[in-house]
C-alpha cells in the first residue's frame, strides 16, 4: 500500500521491540467476540488509476454548472469565477496538512491568515469583530441565534419569512430542544413583511436575510430601531457575500450580529460543502461568541505575534458552559476567502458586485421580454424571483434535459407552498454571458 | 539626489520595528524566514490583483441601498498577494513539515490524489440545488460512502450532513433525544466520562441534557461499578469514546453497552479515535446505537489548519427515523433527495445546516477507502496501533507511561511524572520539541492524567521516523533530569516566533487589524 | 526492555551525524528547518510508492533480454516522498519566496493561471504525433502566439521550435550561416561583444565560426569605431545584445546594424533582455536580422529551477526560408505541419529536437502576453525599466554604478569599487544580503566590470518591496565601510547550509550517490 | 494590471526620486525613429476569465489522447499515468519560481533534488554518471554525438536506420556545419541491420536506439565490441525509459554514452514538449560531457551539502571553448522524473514495465486476429510496428475520425519511404485498456 511505510521487516523488528509476538497481542483488550477475523466484504486496495477512473466515472454522471449551457442556480451558493492563485495556495501544504494552531510559534502562518480574516469580515460587514468561522452561513445563524438568547436572556425569536428555508430549518433544529418559541410569517414575495409588530419585550432576536430569500433588499434600520426599542438584538443574515461590495452593510443599519455564508468568495460550489460561515458581532458581545479567536499579542523577544485567545469560552476549555459545542470550522475555507479578497480588495470588490448588478439588471430587462413570466422583485443584487403562468419546477427540469440550469424552483424550497409553486428564482454572477442570458429566454419561451 | 530619510511612507514600509527586527540583520529577516507584515500593512487603494470588464451600463435596482462606505480592504497586487501566503505558510508547521504526533487528532498523510479529484468539474463544480435528475453521479457517491461506513461499522444507518465531528455528537444526542420523547420518555440526564473530550460535554449540554461525569479506573477505563451506580430512568444515553482519550480500549465496552441498554438508555459512542479499529472492529458488534465518524480524521481528509471536516453519524434501526434531513435514497428514476421532514423522513430531528454535506470531503474520503480497500483499511489500524506500542515500548524507560504496561491502541499517553523535580513542565518539554523539528504532542489532555503528553503518530509514520522522534525524546528527558531547567524554559528558540504572551492576548483582546491612529487608541 | 543502542539500523537513520548537528539539537534540525537526508538512505526494498495491479500473465517478447540485474532505486511510501519534496523545496530561495534581482534572468512574477491553463487537457494531454486533424487548437495556438512575437518584434517570421535562448541562438546562427552559404559566400568569423553571455561565443563556436570580440567604449556600449575596423567579407554575423548585458540601451545600435549590413553581415540580436523594451521598441525598426526571445524570461513561464524554457526565434523575410521544421502553416482544411525540409521547406537548416516546441510554455507565454494586452506589455517595459533605475538612484550614492549618470534600462549595474579597501568581496557581499532575506544580484557578470552585481528587480516588484531591499542594501555598504570585514566572510550564517566547498567538489567530483562499503571506496 | 504592483503615485513618487520628468526621460538612449509612440495593434489586456475563456476553447478543439476513445500513440512520447503527489509537488513556489541554483546556500532543494535525479538516471541506464538534464532526448543524441567526436577526436558517424528520424535529423542540424560524414542505411523494419561493417577507425560513435523506433529489442553488446575494436564509442539511445526497468541497461551492454527521453515517468504529453533529455556516460568522460552537474561537498561547519560543479566545461566560463552552448536545461521535469521515479522505486519501475510488456503482448496476439495485418516485430517492449495490407496513413485518419487514436503511420516518419507505407507504430502503457484494445481491432477490421 502507497500510504503504509512500514515493511514486514520493520513490522517484525517492532513487535520485537514491543516484546509481543503477534499484531493481535496488541489488541487483546478487544473482546474476543468483537474481533473481526478476517477484512469486512468491501473491495481490497486499488492503484491511483483505478480509483481515479471510478471516481472519475462518478463525476462524469453529473452536470457540472461550468459544463451546462447556461446555469441560473444560486439560491445560497453562486458560481463565481476563483482566481487560480487561490486554489494554488490553498494547496500549499503548510497550510493544508496544518492542524488547529495550538502551538502559535510553528502556526504564524495560520494564525496571521486568521486575523486577517476576521479583519475582512469585520470590515466588509461593518461590524468591530468577527471569529475564525463556523461550518457554514446556516450553522452561524443558528450560533447567532442560540447566543442572542445568552445574551439577552430571553427565549422568543422572530425569524423572517423571507430567511432561506435550510437556514429557517436549522435554526428549529439547533432550538428543537430548548425552550423559547419560534416565530415565523408565511412566505410572500410580492409582500413587504411586516416583522417589527412581531417584536416585544419576551424577544430575544429578530433574523431577517438581505438581500432576502426572493433577492429583495431591504433598509434594515427600521427593524434595527425596533429591536432596541424591546431590547431585543437584530441578527442579519447574508447569503451571497458579493453583495456586502454593493449593498449599504448589515453593521451600517445597526445588525448586532451578523452572519453570512462565504462561499461566494475564494470557494467553489462543490455541491454545497465545504463552505465558510461568517460571524460577525460587537466588541462588547465578545464573551458570548462562538467559535475560535485569533488575537494579536508579543513574543519574548518583543515581536509581534497572534494567538488563538479568549478559548474560556469554548468546549476545551469550559466543556458544558462552553458558549458552543464547535470545535474543527471551517479553517481551509477561510484561507481561501482571504486570499480571493485579498486580490479582490476594496476596488475589486466593488467591481466585482457592480458587474454582478449590472448583469442580473440585463437579465431580469431580457425576461421582460418572457410573455406570462412576471419579476416580482423591484431591487434585487444578482438574484431575483420570476412568477411563470405555470409551475415552475416542471420547466426547470424540461430546460435542464436542454442542458440549462434555468434557476431553483421556490416548490422545492417551500414545498408546502402552493402559492409559491410558479415561482423561479434565477441568479447570474459575472460568470454569465449574454449568449446564456439569451439561451434562457428562450429556453422559457419554449417551455411556457 | 533626493534625500530619502524623510518619506514616511518608506519608513512605515520598510522599519523592521514594525515586525521586530532579528539580532544581526536590519531586515529581520533570516535568510528563508521572511518576517511578513499584515495585508493591511501592504495595501494601496490603487492597487488590485484582480482585472475585471467594465459593467454593462444601467440603472441599478437596489432598492436605494447602494454602499457609500469605503470598505476599507487593502489593495494589492497578485505577486503580493502569492509572496504574503507563501510567507505565511511557511511559518507554519503540517504533515508535510513532519511528523505531527498530535493525540486525539489522526494527523495522517493526506494524499494528493483525493485532492485532484475533489476538483473535477463534476463534483467541485456542482450547485447543491440544480435539478436532482442532473446530480445522479454526487448521489451515487454519497450513497457509495455511505455503504463502506455502514460495513466498516456494522450499522445500518448513517446520517452523512455532520460537518464535523462536534456537529455529529449534535445530530446523535438529537437523535437519541428524539427517540425518548417518541416513546414519551424525558430523560434528562447524560452520563460522560471526565476523560471525554470537551466537545462531549458541550454538546450534550446544547441538546439541553444536564451533565454527569463518570469517574475512571486507575486502568484509565470507564469505572463499570460506578456508572451502573449513575445510571437510572432518567440517563437519556451514555457518551463514551472507544478507543478512550487514553488512547486504551474500554474492554468492558460490551458490559458497558448492556448496562446502558438495561436501563432505557443509548450508548453514543465518540468515534474520534476509530482509526485504531478500523476494519478490526465493528462498533455494531460492541452495542454501540449511534456513533460520528470524523472523515477528516479516521479517512484522511485535510484539516487544513482547523477544518473542514465531516462527521457522519451511523445509526441503528431504531435511531434512524430520527436522522436529520435531507436523505438520500434509491428510487424508481435513481438516487432521490429527500430534503424537508416528510415521508419517510417525516420523524427527522430536522436540517444541520444548508445543503446535502460536505460533499469535497466525501470524495476525498471515498477516494481514500479505495485506495487502502478492506485490506488496506484493516492494515491502517494495526500499523497505527503498532507505531503507537512502539514508541510507547521505546520510551517507557525514560517518560513515564500513564497507564501500567499493558499494550495501548493507536496513541501513548504519558504523564509529566518523569519530570518531577526537574522544574520543566509538560510545556516546556513540548516548547523544547519545536525546535528538534517536531510538532509537539498533544498536552494537558485528557484531564484525569497529569500534565498530560498523548501521542498519536498514526500508520502513515515510518520507523525511522519514529525512531527520530524517540531519539529526540529521550535526549530530551536525559537533558531535563541533568538539570537543564533554563534551557526548556528558553524554548523554542529556532521558531519564527518564540514563546507567545497568551494572557496578554486574552486580557487586552486584539481581534482585528484596525487603521492607524484615532481608531487605534479606541482599541 | 529490549536495548535499541546496538540496533545498526536506527543509529545509522538517527544519527544526525550523517548530516551534521545543528548546535543546540539532538537531531541537527532548526525548528521548521528540518534536515533531510538523500532518497536513497531512506530507501527499503520491500517499499513502493505506488500501486499497480497484477499484469496479465504472458510469454515475454523480450528477445531474451530482459533485465536481470537491480535497479538499485530507493522504495520509499508516498508519504516519505511528498515530505522529502516538501523539506527540500523549504531550503529554496524563489520569486514566491521574495525579491529575486538576478540581472539577465528577468526572475518576474509567475501567473498561477498560466499553470491551471497549461494543464486543461485540451494541451497537456495532447500527444505530439496524433493525426494534425486532431490538434487543430494547438497548432492555432502556436499560430495566434507566433503572431504576437511578430507584432511586438517586426518581424515577419518566427522559428518556434528552439527550447531554450542558447538553442535559440543557435538556430539564429544556423539561417545565417545558410543564408551565406546558399549565396555561395562562406564567411569564417562572428564578433560578439566582451560584455556578451557566454552562450554567445558558445553558440558561434558551435556553427563552425571564429569568434572575435568587440571591445566596449568606457560608456557600456559597443564600441562603433572598433567594430567597424572589425568588420569584413568574411565576417557572418555580429550577435549583440539589446539591451546589453551593462542593462543599457546600445544607443548607436542603428549605425551599428547598417555597418554590419554594409558588409553584408547579418545582424543577431540576443533577445534576452527584451522585457525593458517589449512594447515601446520593435527590434525590427533598429535593423535586428534574427533574435531569439526567451518566453521565460520576458513572457514569465517559470525557470523551474534551471528549466524549461522556450526560446522562439524572429527572422527577416530573407532568413524565413532557413527557418528549421517543423513548420506550422495555413492549409485549405486548417493548420498544417511541415515536418521535414520539402516544399516550401526545402530550404530549412532541419529539425532542432524532437516534435513541435515547447507547447507547455507556449500556452503559459500566450496566457501572459492576452493578459497583460498591449497596453500593459508596454507597461510591463516601463515598469521594469522604472525600478531598475529607481534602484540605481537610491543606491547610487552608497555603491558604485557601473557607467556613468546615464539612466539604465531594466537592470543597474555596479562594481565593487564601492568596497575598495575594505576586504569584502562582492561575493561576500552577495551572501550578507542572502541573510536579509534577499536573493543576491546576478555577480562577476558581465566580465567587463570589476566584481560586477546586476540588479533586475523586474516589474513585478512593488516599491515596499525595493525600498526594503535598498534599505538592506545601504545598511551592508556602510556595514562594509565601517570595517566588519569579518562578519561579511561569515556570511550567510541563518541558511540551511553555510558557504559551500566548490573547489572540494571539483577536485574530487562525487556526482552521484553510490551504495556504502565497497563501492564507496571506488570514489 | 493585476500583476503589476506600482501605482501611479508610486511612478510618480520614484520618477521624482530619480530626477527625471517622465518615463520616456529613462528611454533617452532609444533612437527617436525607434521609439513606438502607441501601444502595437494587438488585443489589450484581459482578466482572468476572459483569458481562461479564450484558452480553453482552443483547448477544445483538439482530442485530448485521454478523452479519445482509445490511444495508441506513441514514437517517442508516451501517455503513462503520472501519481498526483508529482504535479502537486513541482507546483511548490520554492521549486517553481527559482532560477538555476548558483546560489547553493539557499538552493540546497534544487541541488539535492538534481543529485538524485542523477543518481537515478546512472542508475537506471546502467551507467556511472548522469548529467543534470538536457532540453529532450534528440538534443541530448545530438549531444552525444558531438561529444564523442571531441572525445575520440574523429568526425565520422554511424547512425543506425532504426533510430527515430527526429533524432537523427536533430543531429544532423547539430553536426550540420562540422566535417565528417555521418552514414545512415536505409531503413526496413524486417531485417536486422547490420552495423557493425560500417564502423572503421574513422568512427567517432555508432548511435543506436534501444527499443529501436520499430519497437525491436536488440543485444548491444556485439555492437559494442564491435566499437571497442575500432576505438570507437557507442551511443545508446532510449526513447522509452520505462523499458529500462524490463529489459538490460545499455550501460551493461558496454554503451559508452547513453541519452534518453525522460517523458514518460513524471511528465505528461504536452503536445510534445517540454521533456526532459537524459545524459549519462563513464566517469572517465565527465570532463567531456556537456550541461550542468550537481555535486556533493561541504560547508563552512562541515555539513553535507550540493553545488553546481565542474562548470568549467560550461558556456558561462569555458565561452566559445564550452563543451556546449546549453545554459536552462529542462530543470522541473528533471524533478518531476525525480518525484515519479522516488514513488516507483526498483520494484515499481520493474511492475510498471511488466505491466506495459504484458498488455503490448496481449494487444500483439489480439491483432493477429485481424487478417491482413502482420506484426514484424519478433521482440517488443510497449510498441511494435504493424504491417497493413494499404496505406496506413488513410486508416488512421478514419479511426481518428470515430476517435480512435490508431497510432503512427510509418509514412509521417519516413515521407520518402515508400516501402514503409503501409506500416503502423501501435503503442500502450499501463493505461490501456482491454476494451481499448478491442476497439483498435474491430476498428482495423472496420478499415481494412
Ligand atoms: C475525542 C474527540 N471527540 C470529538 C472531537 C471533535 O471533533 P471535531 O473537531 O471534528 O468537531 C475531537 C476532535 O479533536 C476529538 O478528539
Ligand atoms: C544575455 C543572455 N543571453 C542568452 C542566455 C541564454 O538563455 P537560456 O538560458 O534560455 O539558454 C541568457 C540566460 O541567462 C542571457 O542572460
Known amino acids: 500500500m502507497r500510504y503504509l511505510p512500514l515493511t514486514a521487516d520493520d513490522r517484525r523488528a517492532m513487535l520485537g521491540a514491543i516484546g509481543a509476538k503477534t499484531i493481535d497481542d496488541l489488541f487483546v483488550d478487544v473482546p474476543v467476540s468483537a474481533r473481526l477475523a478476517k477484512p469486512v466484504d468491501l473491495p481490497p486496495h486499488a492503484g491511483e488509476l483505478e480509483v481515479e477512473r471510478a471516481l472519475s466515472a462518478l463525476a462524469a454522471k453529473n452536470l457540472a454548472a461550468g459544463q451546462a449551457q447556461a446555469s441560473f442556480v444560486g439560491a445560497g451558493a453562486y458560481r463565481h469565477h476563483v482566481p487560480a492563485a487561490v486554489d494554488h495556495l490553498i494547496q500549499r501544504g503548510e497550510f493544508l496538512t496544518a492542524y488547529t494552531p495550538y502551538q502559535p510559534e510553528i502556526s504564524q502562518g495560520t494564525l496571521q491568515m486568521l486575523f486577517e480574516f476576521q479583519s475582512q469580515v469585520a470590515l466588509v460587514t461593518g461590524m468591530e469583530v468577527a471569529n475564525a468561522s463556523m461550518y457554514d452561513g446556516a450553522t452561524s445563524a443558528a450560533e447567532a441565534v442560540l447566543m442572542a438568547r445568552r445574551t439577552v436572556k430571553r427565549e422568543k425569536v422572530v425569524l423572517s419569512a423571507a430567511l432561506h428555508p435550510h437556514y429557517r430549518e436549522t435554526i428549529q433544529t439547533f432550538a428543537r430542544y430548548s425552550d423559547g418559541e419560534i416565530v415565523v410569517n408565511a412566505p410572500d414575495p410580492t409582500k413587504d413583511e411586516d416583522l417589527a409588530a412581531l417584536i416585544d419585550e419576551q424577544t430575544a432576536c429578530l433574523v431577517v436575510q438581505n438581500p432576502d430569500v426572493f433577492g429583495r433588499i431591504r433598509d434594515l434600520s427600521p427593524l434595527a430601531r425596533a429591536c432596541q426599542a424591546k431590547g431585543a438584538l437584530l441578527v442579519a443574515v447574508v447569503t451571497e457575500v458579493v453583495s456586502l461590495g454593493a449593498i449599504v452593510p448589515p453593521g451600517e443599519m445597526g445588525a448586532d450580529i451578523v452572519v453570512a455564508e462565504g462561499q461566494s468568495i475564494g470557494n467553489g460550489l462543490n455541491f454545497g460543502g465545504p463552505y465558510v460561515g461568517l460571524f460577525a458581532t460587537r466588541e462588547k458581545y465578545i464573551r458570548q461568541m462562538p467559535g475560535r479567536l485569533a488575537g494579536q499579542t508579543v513574543d519574548a523577544d518583543g515581536k509581534r505575534g497572534f494567538v488563538l485567545t479568549l478559548s474560556t469560552r469554548e468546549q476545551h476549555i469550559r466543556r458544558e458552559k462552553a458558549t458552543s459545542n464547535i ?28 458587474l454582478n448588478h449590472a448583469k442580473a439588471v440585463q437579465l431580469a430587462d431580457r425576461l421582460a421580454g418572457v410573455s406570462g413570466a412576471k419579476l416580482l422583485n423591484d431591487s434585487f443584487f444578482n438574484e431575483f424571483t420570476v412568477r411563470l403562468p405555470k409551475p415552475a419546477a416542471p420547466v426547470v427540469e424540461a430546460l435542464a434535459a436542454k442542458g440549462i440550469l434555468a434557476g431553483v424552483p421556490l416548490s422545492r424550497l417551500y414545498p408546502g407552498e402552493a402559492k409559491l409553486a410558479n415561482d423561479l428564482l434565477v441568479a447570474v454572477t459575472e460568470t454569465t454571458t449574454e449568449e446564456q442570458m439569451d439561451l434562457l429566454v428562450s429556453g422559457l419561451k419554449g417551455a411556457l | 539626489m533626493p534625500d530619502f530619510t524623510h518619506d514616511a511612507r518608506n519608513t512605515h514600509k520598510d522599519s523592521p520595528a514594525v515586525i521586530g527586527a532579528h539580532p544581526g540583520t536590519a531586515t529581520g529577516n533570516r535568510a528563508l524566514m521572511i518576517e511578513e507584515q499584515l495585508l493591511f500593512e501592504q495595501g494601496e487603494p490603487a492597487r488590485c490583483g484582480v482585472d475585471l470588464p467594465e459593467p454593462p451600463k444601467v440603472a441599478d435596482r437596489l432598492g436605494g441601498l447602494a454602499r457609500k462606505s469605503d470598505l476599507g480592504l487593502p489593495g494589492l497586487s497578485e505577486p503580493q498577494v502569492i509572496r504574503h501566503f507563501t510567507r505565511l505558510s511557511q511559518k507554519n508547521y503540517s504533515i508535510d513539515t513532519g511528523l505531527f504526533p498530535l493525540g486525539s487528532c489522526t494527523m495522517k498523510h493526506n494524499p494528493r490524489l483525493n485532492e485532484k479529484l475533489a476538483r473535477l468539474p463534476g463534483f467541485g463544480d456542482l450547485h447543491p440545488m440544480q435539478p436532482v435528475s442532473t446530480v445522479q453521479g454526487a448521489l451515487e457517491l454519497i450513497d457509495t460512502l455511505a455503504h463502506w461506513l455502514k460495513t466498516l461499522t456494522g450499522m445500518p444507518a448513517v446520517a452523512m450532513t455532520p460537518a464535523a465531528g462536534a456537529h455529529g455528537e449534535f445530530c446523535g444526542l438529537l437523535t437519541i433525544r428524539a427517540a425518548h420523547e417518541a416513546k414519551g420518555d424525558a430523560r434528562r440526564r447524560v452520563l460522560v466520562p471526565e476523560s471525554a473530550h470537551g466537545t462531549n460535554p458541550a454538546t450534550a449540554a446544547a441538546c439541553g441534557y444536564e451533565v454527569e461525569s463518570i469517574p475512571a479506573t486507575p486502568r484509565g477505563r470507564v469505572d463499570l461499578e460506578a456508572l451502573k451506580a449513575k445510571l437510572g430512568p432518567d440517563v437519556a444515553a451514555i457518551m463514551v469514546t472507544n478507543p478512550n482519550t487514553c488512547g486504551l480500549f474500554e474492554d468492558e465496552v460490551i458490559a458497558i453497552a448492556k448496562a446502558a441498554h438495561d436501563h432505557g438508555a443509548y450508548f453514543y459512542c465518540d468515534g474520534a479515535n476509530f482509526n485504531a479499529i ?230 487586552k483582546p486584539v481581534l482585528r487589524w484596525r487603521p492607524p491612529a484615532p481608531a487605534q487608541a479606541a482599541e
Open chain 1, 327 to 354: 470545535c474543527t470550522n471551517a479553517g481551509l475555507c477561510a484561507l481561501a476567502f482571504t486570499i480571493h479578497m485579498a486580490l479582490l480588495g476594496s476596488e475589486g470588490l466593488r467591481q466585482l458586485a457592480r
Open chain 2, 278 to 507: 478500523v476494519g478490526k472492529v465493528r462498533p455494531a458488534d460492541l452495542g454501540v446505537d449511534v456513533m460520528h465518524i470524523n472523515l477528516h480524521k479516521t479517512f484522511s481528509t485535510p484539516h487544513g489548519g482547523g477544518g473542514p471536516g465531516a462527521g457522519p453519524v451511523v445509526l441503528t434501526a431504531a435511531l434512524a427515523p430520527y436522522a436529520p434531513t435531507p436523505w438520500v435514497v434509491h428510487g424508481p428514476n435513481g438516487f432521490e433527495l429527500i430534503e424537508t421532514p416528510a415521508g419517510a423522513a417525516k420523524a427527522s430531528v430536522g436540517r444541520l445546516k444548508a445543503f446535502h454535506g460536505q460533499m469535497g470531503m466525501f470524495v476525498r474520503a471515498l477516494a481514500y477507502m479505495m485506495s487502502h480497500g478492506s485490506d488496506g483499511l484493516r492494515q491502517v489500524a494495526e500499523d497505527a496501533v503498532l507505531n503507537a506500542n512502539y514508541l510507547l515500548a521505546r520510551l517507557r524507560d525514560v517518560m513515564s507511561p500513564a497507564f501500567g504496561d499493558g499494550p495501548c491502541m493507536h496513541e501513548a499517553l504519558f504523564d509529566d511524572k518523569f519530570l518531577d523535580g526537574t522544574g520543566v513542565s509538560t510545556l516546556d518539554f513540548a516548547k523544547a520539541l519545536i525546535d528538534e523539528g517536531f510538532h509537539p504532542t498533544t498536552i494537558y489532555f485528557p484531564l484525569v492524567v497529569h500534565g498530560a503528553m498523548l501521542m498519536e503518530p498514526t500508520e502513515t509514520e515510518s520507523k525511522e521516523s519514529l525512531d527520530q522522534f524517540v531519539m529526540a525524546l529521550r535526549s530530551l528527558a536525559e537533558k531535563a533530569k541533568a538539570g537543564e531547567e533554563a534551557f526548556f524554559h528558553a524554548a523554542p528558540r529556532l521558531t519564527p516566533r518564540r514563546r507567545l504572551d497568551e494572557t496578554a492576548a486574552a486580557r
